[in-house]
């Protein structure tokens, strides 16, 4: 009997002391996730590595895009290896934030590796663009660098990303938090979408958070689920402060958050081992921006200098009308760096061209006192089919909130037909109605005849000249458009007619006949 017990006491020795050497020597042990369903955590991923990559990649500019080079070797097939494998590289990444290796981070990987490997080739085309961006302002405030890889996670690198709810742009704003951070948003212009400034206003977020948690992890999981519900996890946790500890008291779909963040660092890293290659995008990498101190369309630049009108897009997807709003504060144009020189060069024609058909219904809001109550508008949209009170909102730049507000909505539900009444900021641009301008058009001429040349301390003053004519000496800066503006009811189509102009130059100095009209 003693003899039976000792066997049996050296047979339990034996499998405590295999367990021990597995856990130091094997694979990595977690009993805080065994109470949770790997598949489920895995399940609830976010929207933009849910989406139809064909889908996105043609919303993306397809044509920027272009096959793998010759010596990458890339197929179907996911390469699979065993969890040494993946500590070890995770090991070898230069990270502040730490990057540990359990079951979670696996089926991440997994996740990139195999069912998503058409959005890994996409994003690492994309990388290549927007990567270097992202680094120069983390760098600015002094971040980890690994911190762009929460761009992969939140947007798939897409900067007109827009979530169910409202989310957009590379980091996944929502509207209110977007203009805590200072990002303007209105019916012309939205800064999440800017990759330069969202990703500002993203490390000021970042900084916020790490001066409360003073850990990256607990920082990515406010990110995705706000300081409210990191703490209510912290709480119910008894205030443990590690990510792993507090796991399971955190919601479901930020469980799988900062897991995915580790995955991306792997998978941006290592793909080539997975026989993924990039999409090569052939976006232009050397760029460089000018200052736009008027109205102005992305067509107009698009034919005078001859750059696709698709490429200024990608390059500036913050305006989302394809006018860039100058006359209310100087703007960005990002261009190619080989043709800034030939927009400076050709500015005035670009501000001139095709100025009465692109820009027909659009009238400049200018207060002179800063005033912003000059640029909010009363509207009235009509819901058509596909539309939610989010995507509605974030057209307008106001939030679902204020859209219930002033149409004594209970809910968030809209039906198409609906007609929402909206107090919107214009960005400082007003766009006129058909009937509006129809009834400009029929207005009798004597009513055009009795307004007057606005005049400004940038001009010397117009006179009469028999009263058929003014004459204006341009200054320096002057367009023939800008003129035109002065003068209601001239063209620069008549400027040039009166002044026998073959184009659109004009030199400072020189005296120009205004036609009265």
Known sequence: MNKNLLILFCLFCLIQLSRAQDAIFGEPQHSTLSTDSLSDVVGLIPESLDANVDSLLHSWHVQYFSKVDEYCHDDEENVYFPDSIYIERLERLPSVIRLPYNEVVRDCIDLYAARKRDLVRYMLGMADFYFPIIERVLDKHNLPLELKYLAVVESALNPVALSRVGACGLWQFMLPTGKIYGLEINSLLDERRDPEKATEAACKYFEDMYAIYGDWNLVLASYNCGPGNVNK?????GGKTDFWEIFRYLPRETRS?????????????????????PLQTSLPLATDTVMVSSMLHLQQVSDVLGVDIEQLRALNPQYKRDIIPGNTKPSVLKLPANQTYAFVDKEDTVYT????????????????????????EKITHVVAS?????????????????????????????????????????????????????AEKTEPAKAVQKATPVATKSNLTARATGGKSHTYTVQSGDSLYSIAK???????????????????DIRPGQVLKIPVV
């Not at 809910?411 to 007003?430: K, P």
């Not at 002065?486 to 659109?504: A, E, F």
């Open 353 to 376: 061209h095709r100025i009465e058909e692109l820009l027909a219904n659009c009238v400049p809001v200018n207060a002179d006192d800063g005033s912003k109550n000059l640029r909010l």
């Open 486 to 504: 002065k003068y209601p009811g001239v063209s620069t189509d008549d400027l040039q007619k009166v002044n026998g102009l073959t184009s659109t």
């Open 257 to 277: 958050y900062v897991p995915l963040f580790i995955a991306a660092n792997y998978i941006m890293n290592y793909y080539c081992d997975h026989n993924i290659c």
């Open 386 to 438: 596909g539309e939610n009170i989010y995507t509605i909102a974030n057209r307008y730049g106001v939030t679902p909130k204020d859209i219930r507000k002033w149409n004594g909505l209970k809910s968030n539900r809209v039906g198409r037909g609906a007609r929402l009444r909206l107090h919107v900021d214009n960005g400082g641009v007003t766009f006129a109605s058909a009937k509006t301008q129809k």
């Open 233 to 237: 996890a912290i709480r119910r946790s």
